[in-house]
RNA sequence: GCCCGAGUGGCGGAAUGGUAGACGCAGCGGAUUCAAAAUCCGCCACCGCAAGGUAUGUCGGUUCGAGUCCGACCUCGGGCACCA
C-alpha cells in the first residue's frame, strides 16, 4: 500500500482494538481510575456536528488518559425520552418506541465508524425498562425520606387541544398547534424538595475548583440566596381571613418609600377577590393568558389592578397604602406580595408613574440634595447614600448597613423578621405525557396516594397507546391505570403523571458505572469509578441539568446509592461551545416561520431561495437544533473523508469552549494534512540516510512539541494542539535528520495525534514497526534538557512601540541588556539625542526605554 | 425584562499585562507536468514610493507598556425552571 487510504484502514484498526478489548472498562484496584463523561446524546435520529464536536473531545481525553496509564471508563447511551417521538408519532403515525429504538440504532451505527474509545458494552437508554424502573425504585425511596411531595402548579393549557403544553410550544401566547390563546391553569403535581438544598447547593459550589466560573456563577445566581425582611401589613377592606398581608422584601430599609402593595395574580387574595368581584376576575383572566415562563411575565407590559383593599404602614398606621394586582409579581418568590418604593426600583417606578402613584425618595447620593425623580435611584448596596426618609441606622450609611439596621429595628419592634429567601424553587416533574418514565404511585378511593411496591418495579409503558388525539395517552388507556391498592388490595388507579427527561438525566452517570445491576447503583462500582472525573458538555446545561444532577447525587446519597463523596459528581466541567449554523425559513399562511433544512435551501447573491424557488428567510447563526432544522449532516464528511479527517476537522481552529459556525470548507484541508503526515511517514521507510548533524535541532523540535502538545491537550487547548503538530509537520518536512531520527521523531508525532486521529496514528506506528498498538503505549514524556534554549530575542520599546530587536543570552543580566539595547543603531536614531527617563527590562521578554 | 458569555485580517483563530495576527483556510506568484490532478517553494492586516503611520466592536480610564485590567455603551449568542 502506497497511499492514504482511511476507508480500508480505519475499520481494520477498529476490528483490532475491539478484538483487543482495549476499551473495556475494568476495575483495577492497581491502577488510578479516570472517569471521562460526555452529556449523552438524545436519540433525534442523526447525528450532528455538535456530537462529533462533543465526542471527539472525550475521545481525546479518554485516550489521552489513558496512554497516562489510567483505568479509563468511557461510556455512552442515549437520553431517550421526550416529546420529539411523541410529536412524531402524532405527525407520522408509529410508536416512539419504535421510533426511539431506531433512531438510537441508526445513531449508533453513525457513531462507531467515529472510532470513538467507547465501552458499548455499558450502553443503555433511558428509556430500558431495567433503567428506568431503577429510577421509580429510588422515586419510592426519595418517597421514604420525605424528598417528594405533592402540590397545585399552573401550567400552560391549549384549550383547544385540551392538552398541557410546554414552554417550548407555546409561541407568542398561542398554542403551536392549535393556534390557541394558552391559559395558565392549575395541576395536582409531583415535586422534589430541591430548595431544602438550596443554601448547601450554594456553598458547594465553591468546591468546585474545576469548574468554569462562569457556570458556577450562573448556577449560584439561579439559587438566588438573599436576605430580606418578612412582614405582614394589616389590611383594611379585605375579605374575611385575609386581615393580613404578608410581603418580602430584600430593601427593607426603604418601607419609608412605599407607595402601594401589590399581589401576585396566583396570590391567594387575589383568587378570593375573583371569585366575588367580576373586575378583579376580568383582570386576572387576562393575566393568566400569559404564558408561565418567567421570560414572558417579565417581558409584558406592566399591569396593575387596584383592588381598593388598603393596607397599614407597620410604621404608621394612620399611613395607608393601595393594594394592587400586578401581573409582575411572581407567586413563586417571596410570599407572592410586595411593597412598593417606586423611587429606588425601576418597575416599581414604572409602576407608579403608569397609575399616578407618590415617589418619595428615601435616600439620595451623599452629598445631593433630595430632587424629584426622573428614573428611580438605585445604587449598589455597596455604596454610602444618605437617607432622608430613614428610620434606621445611621444617616450617611451603605445600603447593606441600612438593610440589616431595618431588619434589627423590625425585630426589636416585633413588626417583622430577617429572613433568608432562595430564588431556587422545587423541582416540578410531573409530565402529563406518554413517553416517559411513568410515577410509581397509585391513587386509592381509601388509602390515598399509596407508593407502589418495590417487587412490582418496573411500572412499565404499556404498547398499546394511540397519539391520534393530543393529550396523555396514559390517562385514556382502557386498562393501564387499573390495578390493585399495594395497601389495601382494593381497585385503584395508577399515577398517569410521567417524569420530567431531566430526572432520567440526573443520575445517568452513576448507573454506567454498573449498568446492569439489579439495583440503582452497585456500592464496590460506584465507589470505584464514582466521581466523573471529567464531564464535557453544551454550556446550554450550565444551570439545569447540572443543579439537577447536584440535588440527585445528595439524594441519591442519602438513600444509600452513592457514596458520600459522589455527592458533587463531576469533579471537572467543561462546557464547550454549540455549533452553530443560519437558519431558513419560509412563511406560512398565517405569516408564522416554517424553518427549512440547510441542504434544501439554495444559496446565491441575491439571498436564499427552495429548489422550487419559494424565497427564504435568512436568520442568525444559532444553536442548531431540530426545533428550527439548521442542522448539517456529519456522516457526508465521514462518508468521503475517514473519521479522522472529521475528527481532526473538529479539534482545529475553534477554541473547544466558544461556539463554532458551521461551514462547508475545510474537511478537504484536514484530510490533505493527514495525508501528507502518512506520506511523510512512509517516506522514511524508503528515503536514505539523512544527516545526523540535523538530529539534534529535530529532536528539540519534537520534545517541544511533545511539551505543547501535552499542554494542550490537559488545558483543554486542542485548537493549540493541532497547531503545534501542523507546525511539526513542517519541521519534520524540511528536516534533513538521519533516518533513525526521522523514525523516533516520527513514531512519537503518531502518538501525539493519536487522540485525535487515532486510526491514523495507528497506521503510522503499524509502518514504522512500533511495538503493539499506540492505542496501548504510555503517552511520550519531554525531556526537559532538550526544551532549554540557550538565547532569546528581545524587542526594544521607545515609550512602548517597538522600535528595535536584539538577541542575547538567556541569562545576561539586566544591567548588559540595558547597555546592549542603548547602543543598538536603531535605538539611538529613535532617541536622537533624548534623555532617557526610565528604562525597565523584563528578563527574558522586553525593553522598553521611556522618554 | 433578568442572569451569564463573546466580539482580533477576506475567514477560523494565536498571544503568563511585554514583538498583535502563531497555525490553518481562502487568495496570489512560482516549481514540477505535454496538460491537469496531486505535490513542493514563496507572498499574504490596512494606508504609504519610502521613512513611517493606523489597527483587536465603540468611548473613556489605570500602566513604562492594554487584545488582555477597570468603567460606560453597542452588537451577537446561551439560559430563564414543561425543548433536550
Known amino acids: 500500500m502506497s497511499r492514504y487510504d482511511p476507508a480500508i484502514t480505519e475499520a481494520r484498526w477498529q476490528k483490532a482494538w475491539d478484538e483487543a478489548g482495549v476499551f473495556t472498562a475494568r476495575r483495577d484496584e492497581n491502577r488510578p481510575k479516570y472517569y471521562v463523561l460526555e452529556m449523552f446524546p438524545y436519540p433525534s435520529g442523526r447525528i450532528h456536528m455538535g456530537h462529533v464536536r462533543n465526542y471527539t473531545m472525550g475521545d481525546v481525553v479518554a485516550r489521552y488518559k489513558s496512554s497516562c496509564g489510567y483505568s479509563v471508563l468511557h461510556p455512552m447511551g442515549w437520553d431517550a425520552f421526550g416529546m420529539p417521538a411523541e410529536n412524531a408519532a402524532m405527525e407520522k403515525g408509529g410508536h416512539p418506541k419504535e421510533w426511539t429504538y431506531g433512531n438510537i440504532a441508526v445513531m449508533r451505527d453513525q457513531m462507531k465508524p467515529l472510532g470513538l474509545s467507547i465501552d458499548w458494552s455499558r450502553e443503555f437508554a433511558t428509556c430500558d425498562p431495567e433503567y428506568y424502573g431503577q429510577q421509580q425504585a429510588m422515586f419510592l425511596d426519595f418517597m421514604e425520606k420525605g424528598l417528594v411531595y405533592r402540590k397545585a402548579a399552573v401550567v400552560n393549557w391549549d384549550p383547544v387541544d385540551m392538552t398541557v403544553l410546554a414552554n417550548e410550544q407555546v409561541i407568542d401566547g398561542r398554542g403551536w398547534r392549535s393556534g390557541a390563546e394558552v391559559e395558565r391553569r392549575e395541576l395536582t403535581q409531583w415535586f422534589f424538595r430541591i430548595s431544602d438544598f438550596a443554601g448547601e447547593l450554594l456553598e458547594a459550589l465553591d468546591g468546585l475548583k474545576d469548574w468554569p466560573e462562569k457556570v458556577r456563577l450562573m448556577q449560584a445566581n439561579w439559587i438566588g440566596k438573599s436576605r430580606g425582611l418578612q412582614f405582614a401589613f394589616e389590611t383594611a377592606g379585605a375579605p374575611a381571613g385575609f386581615d393580613r398581608l404578608e410581603v418580602y422584601t430584600t430593601r427593607p430599609d426603604t418601607l419609608m418609600g412605599a407607595s402601594f402593595a401589590a399581589i401576585s395574580p396566583d396570590h391567594p387574595l387575589a383568587k378570593a377577590l375573583e371569585a366575588s368581584d367580576a373586575g378583579v376576575a376580568d383582570f386576572v383572566a387576562e393575566c393568566r393568558r400569559v404564558g408561565t415562563s418567567e421570560e414572558a411575565l417579565e417581558k409584558a407590559e406592566k399591569k396593575g389592578m387596584d383592588t381598593g383593599i388598603r393596607v397599614r404602614h407597620p410604621l404608621d398606621p394612620a399611613w395607608e397604602l393601595p393594594v394592587y394586582i400586578a401581573n409582575f409579581i411572581l407567586m413563586d418568590y417571596g410570599t407572592g406580595a410586595i411593597f412598593g418604593c417606586p423611587a429606588h426600583d425601576q418597575r416599581d417606578f414604572d409602576f407608579a408613574t403608569k397609575y399616578d402613584l407618590a415617589i418619595p425618595p428615601v435616600f439620595v447620593a451623599e452629598g445631593a440634595e433630595e430632587a424629584p425623580l426622573g428614573e428611580a435611584f438605585v445604587p449598589m448596596k455597596s455604596e454610602r447614600v444618605r437617607y432622608v426618609r430613614g428610620f434606621a441606622g445611621a444617616t450617611v450609611q451603605t445600603g447593606e448597613e441600612a438593610v440589616n439596621a431595618a431588619i434589627a429595628h423590625a425585630e426589636a419592634k416585633g413588626y417583622g423578621r430577617g429572613v433568608t429567601n432562595y430564588r431556587l424553587r422545587d423541582w416540578g416533574i410531573s409530565r402529563q405525557r406518554y413517553w416517559g418514565c411513568p410515577i410509581p404511585v397509585v391513587h386509592c378511593a381509601d388509602c390515598g396516594v399509596v407508593p407502589e411496591r418495590k417487587e412490582n418495579l418496573p411500572i412499565r409503558l404499556p404498547d398499546d397507546v394511540t397519539f391520534d388525539v393530543p393529550g396523555n395517552p396514559l390517562d385514556r388507556h382502557p386498562t393501564w391505570h387499573d390495578c390493585a391498592c399495594p395497601a389495601c388490595g382494593r381497585p385503584a388507579r395508577r399515577e398517569t403523571d410521567t417524569m420530567d427527561t431531566f430526572v432520567d438525566s440526573s ?82 399562511a398565517d405569516g408564522r416561520p416554517i424553518w427549512q433544512l ?15 424557488g419559494t424565497p427564504v428567510e435568512i436568520g442568525p447563526s444559532i444553536k442548531m437544533s431540530k426545533s428550527k432544522k439548521n442542522v448539517v449532516d456529519p456522516m457526508d464528511i465521514i462518508t468521503r473523508y475517514g473519521a479522522d479527517t472529521a475528527r481532526w476537522f473538529v479539534m482545529s481552529d475553534s477554541p473547544p469552549e466558544r461556539d463554532v ?191
Open 507 to 588: 443520575w445517568y452517570y452513576a448507573r454506567f458505572t454498573s449498568p446492569r445491576a439489579k439495583t440503582p447503583t452497585d456500592a464496590a462500582d460506584v465507589d470505584y469509578w464514582m466521581n466523573v472525573d471529567q464531564y464535557i458538555g453544551g454550556i446550554e446545561h450550565a444551570i439545569l441539568h447540572l443543579l439537577y444532577s447536584r440535588f440527585f447525587a445528595r439524594a441519591m446519597h442519602i438513600c444509600g446509592h452513592l457514596p458520600a463523596k459522589a455527592i458533587e459528581p463531576f469533579n471537572a466541567l467543561f462546557t464547550q461551545g454549540m455549533v452553530t449554523h443560519e437558519t431558513y425559513a419560509t412563511r406560512g
Open 661 to 851: 459556525e458551521w461551514t462547508a470548507s475545510g474537511a478537504d484541508a484536514a484530510q490533505k494534512h493527514l495525508a501528507r503526515v502518512w506520506r511523510l511517514a512512509h517516506e522514511v521507510t524508503t528515503r536514505g540516510a539523512g544527516d545526523p548533524s540535523h538530529d539534534q535541532a529535530l529532536l528539540k523540535a519534537l520534545h517541544r512539541t511533545i511539551a505543547e502538545v501535552t499542554a494542550g491537550i490537559e488545558g483543554f487547548a486542542f485548537n493549540k494542539a493541532v497547531a503545534k503538530l501542523y507546525e511539526f509537520t513542517n519541521t519534520f518536512s524540511k528536516s534533513d535528520a538521519s533516518a533513525g531520527a526521522k523514525r523516533t521523531a516520527m513514531l512519537t508525532m503518531a502518538q501525539l495525534m493519536s487522540p485525535m486521529v487515532p486510526h491514523l496514528a495507528e497506521d503510522v506506528w503499524a509502518m514504522l514497526g512500533g511495538e503493539g498498538l499506540v492505542a496501548q503505549a504510555a503517552w511520550p514524556k519531554a525531556d526537559p534538557a532538550m526544551l532549554v534554549e540557550d538565547s532569546v530575542t528581545l524587542p526594544i520599546q521607545i515609550n512602548g512601540k517597538r522600535r528595535a530587536e536584539i538577541v542575547v543570552p538567556k541569562d545576561m543580566p539586566p544591567a548588559e541588556v540595558e547597555k546592549i539595547a542603548l547602543s543598538d543603531e536603531a535605538v539611538i536614531r529613535f532617541l536622537a539625542g533624548q534623555p532617557v527617563k526610565k528604562l525597565i527590562v523584563v528578563p527574558g521578554r522586553i525593553v522598553n526605554v521611556v522618554v
Open 598 to 612: 440547510p441542504e434544501d435551501v439554495i444559496r446565491d447573491e441575491g439571498g436564499a431561495r427552495l429548489k422550487d
